[in-house]
């Protein structure tokens, strides 16, 4: 073991929160030092370079606010940022701000262990460094731990396993190969298209038909970023006003949109179908009460498998992409070009619910009626959100329980998000009970990071070193989060998302972002601050 010395704080991470984190508190007077187990910051634009990645909010909102120089000297190109240009953007930023010196790359913490006497964090990682530290940030990332999924065989296959959450850093040619793509979420969404325009075959195995709509991305017309850039703080108080820290999703703005006070299921099938003409995608929608009804989400429903249809040459494959969960219940997806691939020749989609996936071989996919050969596996197959991160690491608190075993038995409980009851010293950044992933992460991560930095400047100079949530405080967070998302479709019984943990196997069931939104959130965070830190006992 190398003792590596004393810090006021480690930061656990080094993408878009650990980046942030270290700046803000080395301006603060923190000594610092951030961990990431990556050869490269970037944290999740580091690891999911897989074909197509790209992000589903605009640039100009999907990037930092905290700098001007930064805003202003940064070029994006896209209204979607893809990977690349995200991860060279934070690389940007990581030498701009002379982070690099604090930060140490290619480590990984395997536990974490609270000393009561001295009111500090040891710090342990896999290359045997060991780091001592009165306060941990964990900036561990929402979606940062991958999930194997348990298909009998996955180890036997012979040819490359991809996982698109560790996509090789070289890229991948898949032309001329036979390629099988499991899972049908964001990520294989995002992929799919580009793998299909390479490989000799190409078969989707989807368990379920996503909700995807075209992301209609485009180049930045010249001009477009500098009108930006002249106000920019126009655009990030109007960020910060909006409910999910963000004023369009992909190329929709919200601006000005009044929320819709139709309800469907007091319309006419007819005046339905017609919205389809009259708003296209976002026609399914489109009304008062789609997530809240789940009769009303049926008929939304029916409006986007009609849309679906009008896409697919083959009906029944058209059939099979057309969901059969509520619509809101997992994450919207925008597309480039999906459901087009579903009419090339050269691909098939291999619906999994009429013929479940049996397991695979050294050559192949096999399911109950059928055998597919294949050359390369892509696995899209998800986190295990929020908590895996956490949960992967040891972390021990005073009284030498595991946040894991708290977990396990109360579900991802947290006071806002922040900290958990009986981790005193340690701060979660968008941590389950927190807008978090509901929202622009950008946004949401750079208001964690500059409340918790305000709360050690508290600290210091108070004289308290310690700060541990009250479990009554935590429990009444808990409380008000799950009233707000009981009885919204999101949190019904036919909803099995990675929100609720559904897709991980004996995770508890809680919805773990925070619906309230972000302003709310936000004013409830400095009001906690305000009266003393309420809600958090501080010594
Ligand atoms: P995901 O949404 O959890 O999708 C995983 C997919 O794999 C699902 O279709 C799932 O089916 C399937 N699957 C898992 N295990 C399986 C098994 N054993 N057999 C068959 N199918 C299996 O994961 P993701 O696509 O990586 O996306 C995760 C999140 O990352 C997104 O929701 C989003 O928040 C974020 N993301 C964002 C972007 C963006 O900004 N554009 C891009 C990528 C990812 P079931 O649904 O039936 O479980």
Redesign the pocket.
């Given at each position: 073991m190398n003792q590596k010395g004393t810090y006021d704080v480690i930061v656990i991470g080094a993408g878009f929160a650990g980046l942030y984190s270290v700046h803000l508190l080395r301006e603060h007077g923190f000594t610092v030092r951030a961990l990431d187990r990556a050869d490269g910051v970037g944290g999740t634009w580091y690891w999911?370079r897989y074909p197509g990645?790209?992000?589903?909010v605009q640039s100009i909102e999907y990037s930092f606010s905290f700098n001007k120089e930064i805003q202003e000297e940064w070029e994006w190109t896209e209204l979607m940022p893809a990977q690349p240009e995200i991860e060279a953007y934070l690389n940007f930023v990581a030498d701009r701000l002379d982070l690099r010196r604090d930060i140490q790359l290619s480590t990984t913490v395997t536990s974490l262990s609270f000393d009561d006497a001295g009111s500090e964090w040891t710090v342990d990682t896999d290359g045997g460094d060991q780091f001592k530290a009165r306060w941990v940030i964990a900036a561990t990332g929402c979606?940062s731990e991958p999930?194997d999924?348990?298909?009998p065989g996955v180890d036997s296959f012979s040819g490359p396993t991809l996982y698109?959450?560790r996509f090789p850093r070289e890229g991948f040619d898949f032309t001329g190969l036979k390629v099988g793509v499991?899972?049908?979420?964001?990520?294989?969404v995002?992929s799919i298209p580009i793998i299909a325009e390479q490989a000799e075959h190409l078969n989707v195995?989807q368990?379920?038909a996503a909700y995807s709509r075209p992301a209609d991305n485009r180049p930045l017309r010249p001009g477009e970023l500098e009108e930006v850039k002249a106000d920019y703080e126009s655009l990030r108080l109007r960020q910060r006003a909006a409910y999910a820290g963000l004023v369009s999703f992909g190329a929709v703005s919200f601006e000005g949109v009044t929320p819709p006070t139709r309800r469907i299921l007091e319309t006419p099938v007819e005046e339905r179908l017609a919205a389809l003409e009259e708003l296209g995608w976002s026609a399914p929608g489109a009304w008062a009460d789609v997530m809240f009804d789940l009769e009303a989400n049926q008929a939304g429903t029916e409006l986007y498998a009609e849309l679906v249809r009008r896409q697919i040459r083959d009906p029944e494959v058209a059939e099979a992409l057309i969901p059969h969960y509520p619509m809101g219940c997992?994450?919207q997806i925008?597309d480039t070009g999906y459901f087009e691939t579903f009419n090339r020749d050269n691909v098939t989609l291999v619906d999994?619910r009429s013929d479940p996936?049996v397991g695979i071989t050294s050559g192949s996919v096999r399911t109950q009626n059928r055998e597919f050969d294949i050359d390369v596996l892509v696995l899209?197959?998800?986190?295990d959100a929020m908590t895996g991160a956490l949960n992967k690491m040891e972390i021990t608190g005073p009284g030498g329980r595991t946040l894991k075993d708290v977990w396990e038995e109360q579900g991802p409980v947290s006071y806002l998000g922040l900290a958990v009851a009986g981790f005193p010293n340690l701060f979660t950044i968008t941590g389950p009970g927190s807008p978090s992933?509901l929202t622009n992460m950008v946004v949401s991560i750079e208001q964690h990071v500059e409340w918790i930095v305000d709360c050690l400047d508290h600290m210091r100079d108070s004289g308290y070193q310690r700060i541990d949530a009250e479990p009554g405080a935590q429990e009444a967070w808990v409380d008000h989060a799950a009233g707000l998302v009981a009885g919204t479709v999101r949190n019904s019984d036919a909803c099995n998302s990675?929100y609720l943990g559904a897709?991980v196997p004996g995770k508890r069931r809680i919805h773990m972002p925070y619906v309230g939104g972000l302003p709310a959130y936000r004013k409830k965070c400095d009001q906690v601050a305000a009266d003393s830190y309420e809600g958090f006992a501080l010594a």
């Open positions: 999911n990645a790209r992000c589903d979606l999930l999924p348990a298909i698109t959450s499991i899972g049908t979420g964001s990520s294989a995002q195995f368990r379920s997992k994450r925008l999994l996936l899209a197959t998800g986190f992933v990675w897709n």
